[in-house]
């Protein structure tokens, strides 16, 4: 990660506090209805099964050696979790939506781009969203078919349209000039017979509905100024949208995707409704139904604070029907490209405590989880906190008085922490801490800061009481990969 990246985290970090909890009661306020307190929406009561889940399998990973003083930090996937999300999912959009509409839940692979993750997800019918080459390689090594794959991306390259066409893949144009590839890509296609498409591609353009953003500026895309799609209320950019589809009949989707965390459910359903609004009005100019898929992007927001899983997809899928009917009465196809939502609630980092100390009267665990598994945290601690969960060395849950302490990780800089001032049993040597929520944006998105190496992923499945299976999802990174992955075939590259 370069410095452009951390300027970019640390712009985030300034967002101010009371942005974020407006926007935070915003969404609390959005939620409440009966259906999101368990039951079929998967509300608090999936939520206690996975808090169970989750503590039989930091037991069993320290019971089975994943865990332990010569293996001070591991990543678990609830795999059971992952299977249960993805069936809301499914049954959310199942549920609003007449028999036979295509719907296509594709999952943002930026999320976590780990490749059997992809693969459970493909068996759950659930395709892939990627936006670069790696995420694309990723996609097809998880074997999710090009029909089920959208390509998304800001900055696609001449080679990576071309490979996508040539796949099959969708794409979700960007902006004039991406259309521009397309259109000449398209023109320099083989021969093909009449009445063809030109390529087993389906064609999107991406708008920007300029309905505002939310709490966390860095994940708003649907600002007046985003760098994202075509910017739909700047001046004459509506009318050029609408000739651009008149002019490419191949043109049949639009896609918006207003994210991001720090959304408000109102917001994210106006971002949709402006979408279907433009659908509505190509299609009347075009005297036909030219677009006949919207992609409403993903961006449903988790809560970080608790177990529940909130606001449910069966809630987001209701309101964006309601705010939204026409768009759900089976004369458009839907494309959804969640990320978070689908993963966030299902991974663990845990981490031993080396070293208990304290300074200036705060105690201060020193874990080997930080900025290298949590570099949103560490970095904007106001807009991602983690909740911390304690645990005993046989990996059990502490017990004990909750006392104010800080938790932090193995780097050299001082703003180093998991978590600040957080109430906890106190942490001692040899303890655990837990990073919950973690399966999204955390440790699949390592930073290589002080060469810390990337942590095991394991999945887990419980099958049965305390009987907990672990999974390889991917190796803990070795000190011969850091060497080689830090130039050193080329040790003498600047001295010789
Ligand atoms: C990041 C992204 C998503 C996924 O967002 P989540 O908040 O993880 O659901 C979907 N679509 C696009 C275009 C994105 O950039």
């Not at 970090?13 to 368990?38: C, I, M």
């Not at 498409?197 to 353009?205: A, D, V």
């Not at 922490?417 to 955390?442: I, K, N, S, V």
Request: charged fraction near 20%; hydrophobic fraction near 40%; proline fraction near 7%.
């Amino acid at each position: 990660m370069g410095t452009g990246m951390e300027k970019a985290e640390h712009a985030e970090e300034t967002e101010k506090t009371a942005h974020a909890e407006e926007a935070r009661e915003a969404v609390a306020h959005d939620e409440g209805g009966p259906g999101d307190e368990g039951g079929p929406d998967g509300g608090t009561g999936a939520g206690a099964g996975r808090a169970a889940r989750r503590e039989a399998a930091v037991r069993a990973a320290v019971e089975q050696g994943l865990l332990g003083p010569g293996r001070p930090l591991v990543a678990l996937l609830d795999v059971t979790g992952i299977r249960e999300s993805a069936a809301e999912l499914r049954a959310a959009f199942a549920a609003v939506t007449p028999p036979g509409t295509p719907v296509l839940h594709a999952f943002a692979v930026k999320a976590t781009p780990l490749v059997p993750v992809l693969r459970l997800l493909h068996t759950e019918g659930i395709g892939a969203e990627v936006a670069s080459p790696g995420e694309l390689a990723l996609a097809r090594a998880a074997g999710v078919p090009p029909e089920r794959t959208v390509l998304d991306s800001p900055a696609k390259t001449p080679a990576e349209l071309r490979e996508a066409l040539s796949l099959g893949i969708a794409v979700n144009a960007d902006n004039p000039q991406e259309l521009a590839r397309i259109d000449a890509l398209l023109a320099d296609a083989p021969a093909r017979p009449a009445g063809l498409t030109p390529s087993r591609s389906s064609f999107g353009l991406r708008v920007n509905p300029q309905v505002g953003g939310g709490a966390i500026e860095a994940l708003s895309t649907a600002t007046a100024t985003s760098k994202f799609g075509v910017a739909l209320r700047d001046e004459g950019a509506r009318e050029w949208v609408v000739r651009a589809c008149l002019d490419r009949p191949w043109l049949t989707r639009l896609h918006a995707h207003t994210g991001s965390q720090g959304i408000a459910l109102p917001l994210m359903a106006r971002g949709v409704a402006e979408a279907y609004a433009l659908a509505e009005e190509i299609n009347r100019r075009a005297g036909r139904r030219q677009i006949d898929t919207v992609d409403i992007g993903g961006g449903l927001p988790v809560d970080f604070a608790s177990d529940a899983t909130s606001p449910t997809y069966a809630r987001y899928a209701r309101l964006l029907k309601e705010t939204v009917p026409g768009l759900f009465d089976g004369r458009y196809g839907l494309v959804t490209e969640f990320g978070r939502s689908l993963l966030a609630k299902h991974g663990t980092v845990v981490a031993r405590v080396e070293y208990a100390k304290s300074a200036g009267g705060r105690p201060v665990a020193v874990t080997h989880a930080g900025v290298q598994v949590a570099t949103r945290t560490v970095y904007a601690p106001t807009a991602w906190p983690l909740r911390i969960a304690a645990y005993d060395a046989e990996g059990s849950p502490k017990e004990g008085p909750a006392v104010v302490q800080d938790v932090a990780g193995p780097a050299c800089f001082a703003g180093d922490l998991l978590a600040r001032g957080q109430a906890l049993p106190l942490l001692e040597q040899g303890d655990y801490a837990a990073a919950l929520d973690t399966g999204a944006y955390f440790f699949a998105h390592h930073y290589a800061y002080n060469s810390l190496p990337r942590p095991a992923v394991h999945g887990f499945t419980a099958d049965g009481p305390g009987r907990v299976t672990f999974a390889l999802v991917r190796p803990a990174q070795s000190l011969e990969e850091i060497v080689a992955e830090s130039g050193g075939a080329h040790a003498d590259a600047l001295i010789s």
